[in-house]
Structure formats: structure tokens, C-alpha cells
């Protein structure tokens, strides 16, 4: 069964900060992964997905990897800004059916 | 675009009552799925329809059921609530399968309070 878990669980930083988020998963059979942004008392909005035949994916500021050999996914923020405060979810898609598995996410705070 | 909308996005449900949730895509996806979400429990599966006229359990299907009515929507119901099933419900959808996996798409969220 996949697991995913993800460090730290709650992050906070100074506004201007460059930051990673992490992602581990212990199947590496993996489709892709995927990484969302939840804000508080809202829906999951899709930030980028990574296929696995890809390393990585960038948006904007941005930039997602994947290390399928090592079950790992980094998530790097480029100049944080207050606006990206929100959880952030990995999650990693296995079979055919689809099904996603989450990570805990990880809690970002930007202070101005 | 709409993507995925979910409704009611809010609902309190007395123990034992009985409520359906609707999920509709106007993506044309094949794909749909109903995942709960708890604090410290994360997001969880409970149903998933892999195309139309299919429906499987996921990984907390236990006092649910749903119906894939078309393409376009899916349901997922409770049938006698328990406090237990208070959570936030999200639909989901994406492309489907044929060799190569699409992202997904979610809903907005229905916020179930079950006293």
C-alpha cells in the first residue's frame, strides 16, 4: 500500500525566503505525482503534476521534482510572499484506477 | 469553465438522517471520485468511479454508497449519518485512463456536521 508523507508538517518563514517543501512515498511505481495548495476552509487548487517519466515541472516561482528512485518529490518556492500562505499537498497517483494517495500536507506561513 | 461543483456546500444532519451529495464536471472527464477530509487523518478515498457505469469502493467506503448517474455527475450518499461522518467531502474528477494519467480536478467542498 502507498504511503506518503510529508516534512515538515507546519513551516514558517520570512516573506523573500527561497523554501522547499517535501514529499516522501514508499511505492515507486508511481504514474505521477501532483501538487496541490489548500487554502484554509477551501477546495484543493492543482499547482503541478509531474509524469513519471519526467524529473520536473515548473510554474511561475514554482518548481516541482521527482526522484522515483528515491520516492521523493521536492517542492522549491521561489521569493515567498504572504499570498502563499496555505497548505501544501503531494499526492501520489499508483494504478490504474486513478486513485491518489495524500500527504499530510505540509502548513505554510509567510510573514511580511 | 465550472470544473467540478459540488453541492450544498454546506449541511447539519441530525444522527440516523439521510442526505445525498452532488458532485457534476463539465470537463468531459471519465474519471470521478469522492475523498473525505479530517484533520490529522488527511485526505481519504471512498469511492471512485473509473468511467461511466462503474463505481468501486476506496479506502473508507463503510456508510456510503454513490451512483454515477451519467458521465457528467456522482453521488455519494448516507443512508442513516453517524457523527462519525462529520467531514469535509470533496469531489473529484480527471481524464481517466488509456496509458497515460491525467492530473485531477477538484470540487469546492460540502462541510457535513453531524449531530
Known amino acids: 500500500k502507498q504511503e506518503v508523507t510529508q516534512i515538515p508538517a507546519a513551516l514558517s518563514v520570512p516573506e523573500g525566503e527561497n523554501l522547499v517543501l517535501n514529499c516522501s512515498f514508499t511505492?515507486?511505481?508511481?504514474?505521477?505525482l501532483q501538487w496541490f495548495r489548500q487554502d484554509p476552509g477551501k477546495g484543493l487548487t492543482s499547482l503541478l503534476l509531474?509524469?513519471?517519466?519526467?524529473r520536473e515541472q515548473t510554474s511561475g516561482r514554482l518548481n516541482a521534482s521527482l526522484d522515483k528512485s528515491s520516492g521523493r518529490s521536492t517542492l522549491y518556492i521561489a521569493a515567498s510572499q504572504p499570498g502563499d500562505s496555505a497548505t501544501y499537498l503531494c499526492a501520489a497517483n499508483n494504478n490504474a484506477g486513478n486513485m491518489l494517495t495524500f500527504g499530510g500536507g505540509t502548513r505554510l506561513m509567510v510573514k511580511p | 469553465n465550472a470544473g467540478v461543483t459540488q453541492t450544498p456546500k454546506f449541511q447539519v444532519l441530525k444522527t440516523g438522517q439521510s442526505m445525498t451529495l452532488q458532485c457534476a464536471q463539465d470537463?468531459?472527464?471519465?474519471?470521478m471520485y469522492w475523498y473525505r477530509q479530517d484533520p490529522g487523518m488527511g485526505l481519504r478515498l471512498i469511492y471512485y468511479s473509473a468511467s461511466e457505469g462503474t463505481t468501486d469502493k476506496g479506502e473508507v467506503p463503510n456508510g456510503y454508497n454513490v451512483s454515477r448517474l451519467n458521465k457528467r455527475e456522482f453521488s455519494l450518499r448516507l443512508e442513516s449519518a453517524a457523527p462519525s461522518q462529520t467531514s469535509v467531502y470533496f469531489c473529484?474528477?480527471?481524464?481517466?485512463?488509456?496509458?497515460?494519467?491525467?492530473?485531477?480536478?477538484f470540487g469546492s467542498g460540502t462541510r457535513l456536521t453531524v449531530v
Open positions: 509531474i509524469q513519471s517519466s519526467q
Open positions: 511505492d515507486s511505481a508511481i504514474y505521477n
Open positions: 473529484a474528477s480527471t481524464r481517466g485512463t488509456g496509458g497515460f494519467v491525467y492530473g485531477y480536478t
Open positions: 470537463m468531459n472527464h471519465n474519471s
